[in-house]
């Protein structure tokens, strides 16, 4: 069974830090590439940034491109977010999800999400 | 950046009814749509992707159609658990860009 488990979130003043985690099993990891998305709260879904398979590609939101690092291990199955300068805006409901190749000629969907984890960003 | 014009943004409905949404991408996107189901406090859920095929274990009352720029996404006899919120979603370019929900309720 596929799973992804984002570790817990939590409240953190304006201008911290804070690194989020994504645990999975049930898939062979190190052949998909993967997202972060978020939703803030009472607010519909925003793509946050992208990682290859092997990480030598990603992207990232506009919003955040500058003040966040997305990044994984392969040998530990796990993804991470690394959230810097974080803002009152960056409050969300987090989530990571696997990205699947579609076809050849297509870009990669997200099939499978973890359940969350909550970040509030808050004086 | 591509954007997802979803419409309506709510819709009430009756259970066994039948509802469509649609989805418009302001540059041609080819089929690479999906579309998520979302209860309130969950996770998004896969219902469709490639505008028109079914993620595995997706009811067939769920059905998705389009290309280009035009979409939509079909339920047909609605049922007590189909009351929830439906978004749109790109991934022919990055940022991938969603709609902005339409979100169904119980009349």
């Known amino acids: 069974e596929v799973q992804l488990v984002e570790s817990e979130g939590r409240w953190i003043r304006p201008g911290g830090s804070l690194r989020l985690s994504c645990a999975v099993s049930g898939f062979t990891f190190r052949s998909f590439s993967m997202n972060w998305f978020r939703q803030a709260p009472g607010k519909g879904l925003e793509w946050v940034s992208y990682?290859?398979?092997?990480?030598?590609?990603?992207y990232y939101a506009d919003s955040v491109k500058g003040r966040f690092i997305i990044s994984r291990d392969n040998a530990k199955s796990s993804l991470f977010l690394q959230m810097s300068s974080l803002r009152a805006e960056d409050s969300a409901v987090y989530y990571c999800?696997?990205?699947?190749?579609?076809?050849?000629?297509?870009?990669?969907?997200?099939?499978?999400w973890g359940q969350g984890s909550l970040v509030l960003v808050s004086s | 950046d591509i954007q997802m014009t979803q419409s309506p943004s709510s819709l009430s409905a009756s259970v066994g009814d039948s509802v469509t949404i649609t989805c418009r991408a302001s540059q041609g996107i080819r089929n690479d749509l999906a579309w998520f189901q979302q209860i309130p406090g969950k996770a998004p859920k896969s219902l469709i992707y490639a505008a028109s095929s079914l993620q595995n274990g997706v009811p067939s009352k769920f059905s998705g159609s389009g290309s280009g720029t035009y979409f939509t996404l079909t339920i047909s006899s609605l049922q007590p658990e189909d009351f929830a919120t439906y978004y749109c979603?790109?991934?022919?370019?990055?940022?991938?860009?969603f709609g902005r929900g339409t979100k169904l309720e119980l009349k």
């Open positions: 979603q790109q991934y022919n370019a990055f940022p991938h860009t």
């Open positions: 999800a696997r990205a699947v190749v579609v076809s050849y000629s297509s870009g990669e969907r997200s099939d499978y």
């Open positions: 990682i290859s398979d092997s990480g030598r590609t990603t």
